[in-house]
């Protein structure tokens, strides 16, 4: 089975697995668990030049890191702040920017991660991944959230509602708020300021728009990003790629 790049997306959640890469600084929202499946591991560097090599590590979000995974298959799972897991696993962090895990025996099946890579997972069992793989780092312990559901409720009206985009105020006319309170609740319980993540979901619809072949000028246009420059700029930002290398190296599944 041949494995290659594959990015998996729902919607408070993705997948990234390649067969190896080199990305240069990125700083995403959500928080991210790393995997190397080759005994090489990976190197997270930072903004100052500092580099570690690892087998498996924890990322918290908005932390600034290069990544160089030329000589290991990697998997990334990556928990947006509308997912249970992205606020377990800050928990699990606590003050840890980068915190190195070890994963329980048998948590990382060798035919499960191959045909994860040759894309013949069905949805079910790449969901599943999500939900077992933070569980079984070692000292992790499932915790109480506190969440809102005019914070959710916003948060998804975001991303259903795209190309559209309503106004901060217009959002919380919705759920009964003031522009200045639903900021300050969207920070409090999603640990994102509103417009970042208003740009996040924005960048993920035009990864989307990409894989599916359309012009960066109208992906650009449609997903509220000045020009195809900007555009370009986000991504390599968010995910340490350009839109050439996902048009011609990776494969985009919506689930």
Same mark, same amino acid.
């Given at each position: 089975m041949h494995f290659r790049n594959h990015l998996y997306v729902w919607d408070d959640r993705f997948i990234y697995v390649t067969p190896g890469m080199v990305s240069e600084v990125t700083q995403r929202h959500t928080v991210t668990l790393l995997i190397a499946l080759d005994p090489a591991g990976f190197v997270l560097g930072d903004t100052d030049g500092q580099q570690q090599r690892y087998q498996a590590a924890l990322i918290a979000r908005h932390r600034a890191r290069s990544l160089d995974a030329s000589q290991?298959?990697?998997?990334?799972?990556?928990?947006?702040?509308?997912?249970?897991?992205?606020?377990?696993?800050?928990?699990?962090?606590?003050?840890?920017?980068?915190?190195?895990?070890?994963?329980?025996?048998?948590?990382?099946?060798?035919?499960?991660? +191959?045909?994860?890579?040759?894309?013949?997972?069905?949805?079910? *069992?790449? =969901?599943?991944?999500?939900?077992? !793989?933070? /569980?079984? %780092?070692?000292?992790?312990?499932?915790?109480?959230?506190n969440l809102d559901m005019r914070a959710l409720h916003v948060a998804q009206k975001v991303k259903k509602e795209l190309p559209l985009t309503s106004t901060v105020a217009e959002l919380a006319s919705d759920v009964g708020l003031s522009a200045d309170r639903l900021?300050?609740?969207?920070?409090?319980?999603?640990?994102?300021?509103?417009?970042?993540?208003?740009?996040?979901?924005?960048?993920?619809?035009?990864?989307?728009?990409?894989? +599916?072949?359309?012009?960066?000028?109208?992906?650009?246009?449609? *997903?509220? =990003?000045?020009?195809?420059?900007? !555009?370009? /700029?986000? %991504?390599?930002?968010?995910?340490?790629?350009?839109?050439?290398?996902?048009?011609?190296?990776?494969?985009?599944?919506?689930?």
């Open positions: 290991t298959r990697l998997l990334s799972i990556n928990f947006d702040p509308q997912s249970y897991e992205h606020h377990a696993l800050s928990h699990f962090l606590g003050e840890h920017q980068v915190r190195a895990v070890i994963l329980q025996p048998g948590a990382i099946d060798a035919s499960t991660m +191959q045909r994860l890579g040759a894309g013949q997972l069905d949805s079910a *069992a790449l =969901f599943r991944l999500t939900t077992t !793989l933070p /569980r079984a %780092i070692s000292g992790y312990q499932p915790v109480t959230i900021s300050h609740l969207f920070s409090a319980k999603l640990g994102i300021p509103i417009k970042s993540y208003i740009l996040w979901s924005r960048m993920r619809r035009a990864v989307q728009l990409i894989a +599916q072949g359309e012009p960066l000028s109208a992906v650009a246009y449609d *997903a509220g =990003f000045s020009d195809s420059a900007h !555009l370009t /700029r986000t %991504i390599r930002q968010f995910f340490g790629l350009t839109p050439s290398f996902i048009i011609k190296n990776m494969q985009v599944h919506m689930l």
